[in-house]
């Protein structure tokens, strides 16, 4: 059966690789000879081209395979064979044609329905994948890869218990197999079972421990479980052994920002940064731990990089308005926050954080009306209550800000007290 594995670290001895080479080669030159003599003979082509193909000459081998399929319309491991090639070659369209044509001629072929299914799959034809493994399947149970890439795409169409039982099946098959397990942590991970997570990129590791993935995964698992320094060396050995591993600089910081290391964050940052400038995140991540540091002008900045990558991010916009708000720029605030409310009205914390900005800038009617909204969209925001208590104390309309206040410390607000006592006896 000849399947198409997308395998990971297969490295081969170079003594092995260099007796593979001298073999194909020689199949090349046999056949050429057999060609020569007997240019008709389809197998022949077949043969060369399959050498042609295992020397990595992916061209080459469907030139081949194109002339077989010229002497023999029929030919279904030719059909099979050049759609691996064009696989190979990333023309994922052209090889599902051609494994359609191997079905054909071989309904029975669980290789040219997996194969198709991982083409399918390239293409994000989910559907279409999981259909094509689950066809190959029936024709051959025991194959742990179908198991594994079925869940795959079950994965990406967020079916995560389907996902987790074709993984775990593939593990029964083969329980030292390290991909199905480490494919099985991240749905677990996505389904809020970090701690399962955590045990399945651990058995991952023990099989394939120079994997720089897997040690970013049991990061992950680590900082979901709010063992950031757990998480921190792992992220570390993921680095060690893939030192352009950006999403690992990316999550290691995130782990240090978690543990107030904002200054340890923006080191990852830059690393990241100095790697490749067009990683948006770091520009991000920097922009907050600087927030932190009260390097505001500084958060500015790395906010403008950031909505130059990312300029439908209101995230980016927001927190550029914290910052801004923080030097006192309360007008270039509002402007950020305005951007924000007009793509999402929803976005509580800026109706709020508006509001501080308006009250900042005297206006204190316009404070309120942000206030409003925020208690509208949060009946339990409770410095919403207090600080509208404050602006409708700075309007003279003492009743009301007594009974925000008040509302404030039900809320168990921690401000509200001293400004009830200060105002309002």
């Known amino acids: 059966m000849k399947k198409l594995l997308i395998l990971s670290l297969l490295v081969p001895l170079m003594a092995s690789a260099q007796t593979d080479s001298a073999k194909y080669t020689g199949f090349i030159k046999y056949y050429t000879n057999v060609i020569a003599q007997t240019p008709n003979d389809a197998s022949a082509y077949y043969k060369r081209g399959s050498a042609r193909f295992n020397l990595n000459d992916y061209r080459g081998s469907i030139e081949d395979f194109d002339k077989a399929l010229s002497i023999n319309s029929q030919y279904e491991e030719a059909y099979l064979d050049r759609g691996r090639a064009k696989y190979a070659l990333k023309d994922n369209q052209g090889a599902i044609d051609d494994y359609t044509q191997a079905i054909t001629y071989k309904p029975n072929s669980s290789a040219a329905w997996y194969n198709r299914g991982l083409a399918k799959r390239q293409l994000e034809d989910f559907k279409g994948a999981v259909a094509?493994?689950?066809?190959?399947?029936?024709?051959?149970?025991?194959?742990?890869?179908?198991y594994n890439d079925r869940g795959i795409s079950k994965k990406h169409l967020g079916d995560y218990p389907g996902a987790i039982a074709d993984y775990t099946q593939s593990i029964a098959i083969n329980p030292q197999n390290w991909k199905p397990y480490y494919n099985r942590a991240y749905a677990k991970l996505d389904t809020k079972d970090p701690q399962g997570a955590l045990a399945d990129f651990t058995k991952a590791q023990e099989l394939n421990p120079d994997y720089s993935d897997i040690y970013y995964g049991l990061g992950d698992?680590?900082?979901?479980?709010?063992?950031?320094?757990?998480?921190?060396?792992?992220?570390?050995?993921?680095?060690?052994?893939?030192?352009?591993?950006?999403?690992a600089y990316n999550n290691r910081g995130l782990a240090k920002y978690k543990l107030k290391d904002y200054k340890g964050e923006i080191e990852d940052d830059d690393k990241i940064i100095s790697i490749d400038p067009s990683y948006s995140l770091a520009w991000y991540n920097k922009g907050l731990a600087n927030e932190q540091l009260?390097?505001?002008?500084?958060?500015?900045?790395?906010?403008?990089q950031y909505l130059k990558l990312a300029p439908k991010d209101i995230d980016g916009y927001f927190e550029r308005g914290n910052a801004k708000s923080n030097l006192e720029d309360y007008k270039g605030a509002i402007d950020d926050y305005n951007t924000v409310l007009s793509t999402d009205p929803k976005y509580v914390d800026a109706w709020y954080n508006r509001g501080l900005a308006k009250k900042h800038s005297q206006d204190f009617a316009g404070a309120i009306t942000d206030y409003n909204q925020t208690i509208a969209l949060d009946p339990k925001y409770s410095d919403a209550y207090n600080s509208r208590g404050l602006a409708e104390y700075e309007l003279n309309k003492r009743d009301e800000a007594c009974a925000d206040f008040k509302k404030a410390i039900e809320l168990g607000n921690q401000y509200a007290p001293d400004n009830l006592k200060k105002f309002c006896n």
């Open 221 to 247: 698992a680590k900082r979901h479980s709010q063992d950031y320094q757990g998480a921190i060396e792992d992220y570390t050995k993921a680095i060690q052994l893939d030192p352009n591993a950006l999403d």
């Open 132 to 146: 094509d493994y689950t066809q190959s399947l029936a024709l051959d149970p025991k194959d742990e890869d179908a």
């Open 294 to 304: 009260e390097n505001y002008s500084d958060a500015v900045d790395e906010f403008n």
